[in-house]
C-alpha cells in the first residue's frame, strides 16, 4: 500500500526558496517514478517534475526550469522525492502535489496526470510580490 505525504509548503516572498517533501508513509516495496504537480484556484493541475524511479531522468515543466530541483532518496526510503524551488515567484502560488507512478518502461519519468497511480493530499505554496 502507498501512501504519499506532502509536506515544507508555506507563505514566502518573493525571491525566496522552499523545499518540499513527500514521504511514501505505506508499506510498499515498490519503487515508484515520482512526480510533482501543482494546482491554483480555477485552473487545471498541471506538471512540474518528475524523475523516474532509478533517478534518472528527470523532466520539469518550462516555467520552473532553472529555478526547481526534484531529486529523491533511493535507499531505505524509496519513494522519498524533493522538490528544491529557488528564486520563487508569485506565479509559483498553487497547491503542490506529489504523485507516484508504478510503471517500469525504463529510462521513463511520466508527465501526464493520467499515468500516475498513487497522490498525496497536497502542500500549500503561497509567494507574495
Known amino acids: 500500500q502507498v501512501k504519499l505525504v506532502e509536506s515544507g509548503g508555506g507563505l514566502v516572498q518573493a525571491g525566496a526558496s522552499l523545499r518540499l517533501s513527500c514521504v511514501d508513509s505505506?508499506?510498499?516495496?515498490?519503487?515508484?517514478?515520482m512526480g510533482w504537480f501543482r494546482q491554483s484556484p480555477g485552473k487545471e493541475r498541471e506538471f512540474v517534475a518528475a524523475?523516474?524511479?532509478?533517478?534518472?531522468?528527470?523532466?520539469?515543466t518550462e516555467a520552473v526550469k532553472g529555478r526547481f530541483t526534484i531529486s529523491r532518496e533511493n535507499a531505505n526510503a524509496k519513494n522519498t522525492v524533493y522538490l528544491q524551488m529557488n528564486t520563487l515567484k508569485p506565479e509559483d502560488t498553487a497547491i503542490y502535489y506529489c504523485?507516484?507512478?508504478?510503471?517500469?518502461?525504463?529510462?521513463?519519468?511520466?508527465?501526464?496526470?493520467?499515468?500516475?497511480?498513487?497522490w498525496g493530499q497536497g502542500t500549500q505554496v503561497t509567494v507574495s510580490p
Open positions: 504523485a507516484g507512478d508504478r510503471s517500469r518502461v525504463p529510462n521513463y519519468a511520466p508527465m501526464r496526470l493520467y499515468e500516475y497511480d498513487y
Open positions: 505505506g508499506r510498499t516495496n515498490s519503487v515508484l517514478n
Open positions: 524523475i523516474g524511479w532509478r533517478g534518472e531522468p528527470t523532466h520539469y
